[in-house]
């Protein structure tokens, strides 16, 4: 199959996107809003990131789906880099993984290789 079918590299730009932002705003929310809620008793930051985290984890869950119908995953698999996004640090483990499949499937067909940091 060509991994370049049906979109899978913009599909994969728009998934490390949200999984790069989710996994910052995750972690904004545990290490730094939820202990200036309890610490500082400020609810402000909680809410506007957990917010945030919570309605752009709907979007990453919509990229990881699409992404993972196009490259044909499994169940297990899929749902798996979906809940990434709900463990801090863990999306961007799972976004590192799927970039090195994506660019060796790429490497291997002679695509052209979407940009990577």
């Known amino acids: 199959m060509n991994?370049?079918?049906g979109g899978t590299t913009?599909?994969?730009?728009r998934y490390r996107v949200m999984a790069l932002v989710t996994g910052t705003l995750l972690v904004l929310l545990v290490f730094v809003a939820i202990p200036i809620k309890y610490i500082g008793h400020n609810e402000g930051p909680v809410a506007?990131?957990?917010t945030a985290h919570g309605f752009l984890f709907?979007?990453?869950l919509v990229?990881?789906?699409d992404l993972g119908i196009r490259r044909?995953?499994?169940l297990i698999k899929l749902g798996l880099i979906m809940i990434a996004g709900t463990v801090p640090f863990a999306s961007f483990f799972a976004e590192n993984k799927i970039r090195h499949e994506v660019t060796a499937a790429l490497d291997s067909t002679g695509a052209r290789r979407p940009a990577t940091t």
């Open 72 to 74: 044909r995953w499994n």
């Open 63 to 65: 990229t990881a789906l």
């Open 58 to 60: 709907m979007v990453y």
């Open 48 to 50: 506007v990131i957990g």
């Open 3 to 5: 991994v370049l079918a």
């Open 10 to 13: 913009g599909a994969f730009a």
